[in-house]
């Protein structure tokens, strides 16, 4: 049986975070430093001060997870070594950091890139997600190949909650059609573009350049990744699926489903609000230990 951490993506900021860990710690302070000077921006102010719709930018709000994620992990850590790996979309990225795929540094520099390859395809397309509630994966699915737009499965968070991504006028009848298929809610999400979906596709091609310019390692312990929720080492597969997930959907409930059958029991979610992966978790199996490290924890 064997201990997995899991990393959050988007969605998990919040205003003040870092802040406790900077003046905790003058190791950790230097960190979020180096964070600011790798990303030419005053990260740490909006990280600690916002506002918050600043923090909900994709420019920050990528970086701000990834670091906090970081910082959480290399104060609780101490000399845990988990047996497996795994992120939630951006959260992949940290898990490639914790696994030695990537130096933090390396690591920092994609996120950067993968930050603003998004915002300036979010920009170019004006697109939407939404997240339906109680229907089964498949008749989601049905229901996006039936509409006559771009809307496409992005994150398969966990039985009854996916989360669909595409053009706002494929988002909007995909709201509807679920709802008069009987979802228990179908609501329209606040993000900054289609995220996972085919519209990203000039960000994967930005993103696949930057990834070209840094060296990846085989990883240390398993990754599940997830554009297929397999667990991968070897760096090369590592990079191609990176790049690949930015219009791929995120397999998380899957991901999950395939760590547990291949004995992990035990599970810890790090960094951001805490407790996101942790419900989505309960939701796939109630029989797995659980929990999360906070950065007041």
Same mark, same amino acid.
């Given at each position: 049986?064997?201990?997995?951490?899991?990393?959050?993506?988007? =969605?998990?900021?919040?205003?003040?975070?870092?802040?406790?860990?900077?003046?905790k710690?003058?190791?950790l302070? &230097?960190?979020?430093?180096?964070?600011?000077?790798v990303?030419?921006?005053?990260?740490s102010?909006?990280?600690?001060?916002?506002?918050?719709?600043k923090?909900k930018?994709?420019?920050?709000?990528?970086?701000?997870v990834?670091?906090? &994620?970081?910082?959480?992990?290399?104060?609780?850590?101490?000399?845990?070594?988990?047996?497996?790996?795994?992120?939630? &979309?951006?959260?992949?990225?940290?898990?490639?950091?914790?696994?030695?795929?990537?130096?933090?540094?390396?690591?920092?520099?994609?996120?950067k890139?993968?930050a603003?390859?998004?915002?300036?395809?979010c920009?170019?397309?004006?697109s939407?997600?939404?997240?339906?509630?109680?229907?089964?994966? =498949?008749?989601?699915?049905?229901?996006? =190949?039936?509409i006559?737009?771009?809307?496409?499965?992005?994150?398969?968070?966990?039985?009854?909650?996916?989360?669909?991504?595409? &053009?706002?006028?494929?988002?909007?009848?995909?709201?509807?059609?679920?709802?008069?298929?009987?979802?228990?809610?179908?609501?329209?999400?606040?993000?900054?573009?289609?995220?996972?979906s085919?519209?990203?596709?000039?960000?994967?091609?930005?993103?696949?350049?930057?990834?070209?310019?840094?060296?990846?390692s085989?990883?240390?312990?398993?990754?599940?990744?997830?554009?297929?929720a397999? =667990?991968?080492?070897?760096?090369?597969?590592?990079?191609?699926?990176?790049?690949?997930?930015?219009?791929?959907?995120?397999?998380?409930?899957?991901?999950?489903?395939?760590?547990?059958?291949?004995?992990?029991d035990?599970?810890?979610?790090?960094?951001?609000?805490?407790?996101?992966?942790?419900?989505?978790?309960?939701?796939?199996?109630?029989?797995?230990?659980?929990?999360?490290?906070?950065?007041?924890?």
């Amino acid at each position: 049986m064997g201990k997995a951490f899991l990393f959050p993506g988007q =969605a998990s900021q919040f205003v003040g975070m870092g802040q406790q860990l900077a003046a905790k710690s003058p190791e950790l302070k &230097s960190i979020i430093d180096k964070a600011d000077d790798v990303m030419g921006l005053d990260l740490s102010t909006v990280m600690y001060e916002g506002p918050e719709e600043k923090l909900k930018e994709t420019i920050y709000t990528q970086p701000a997870v990834f670091l906090h &994620s970081y910082l959480v992990w290399r104060d609780q850590a101490g000399d845990a070594t988990p047996d497996a790996v795994a992120g939630h &979309s951006l959260g992949e990225l940290t898990a490639l950091v914790v696994a030695g795929v990537l130096t933090f540094e390396e690591g920092l520099y994609l996120v950067k890139k993968r930050a603003e390859a998004m915002q300036a395809a979010c920009e170019q397309n004006p697109s939407t997600m939404a997240a339906i509630l109680g229907m089964e994966d =498949a008749a989601v699915e049905e229901l996006c =190949a039936g509409i006559d737009a771009v809307v496409v499965p992005a994150n398969y968070n966990c039985p009854g909650q996916l989360v669909i991504s595409g &053009s706002k006028e494929g988002i909007t009848a995909a709201v509807e059609a679920a709802k008069e298929a009987g979802a228990r809610r179908a609501l329209e999400i606040s993000v900054g573009g289609a995220f996972h979906s085919p519209l990203m596709e000039p960000a994967m091609e930005a993103f696949s350049a930057a990834v070209g310019e840094v060296s990846f390692s085989d990883a240390q312990i398993p990754v599940y990744q997830n554009v297929d929720a397999k =667990a991968h080492q070897d760096k090369d597969e590592i990079k191609e699926n990176i790049i690949k997930q930015v219009i791929s959907p995120v397999r998380w409930t899957q991901s999950i489903q395939q760590m547990i059958a291949d004995d992990i029991d035990s599970f810890v979610e790090i960094g951001g609000k805490g407790k996101i992966l942790l419900g989505m978790l309960r939701k796939i199996s109630r029989q797995v230990e659980a929990e999360v490290w906070v950065e007041n924890g």
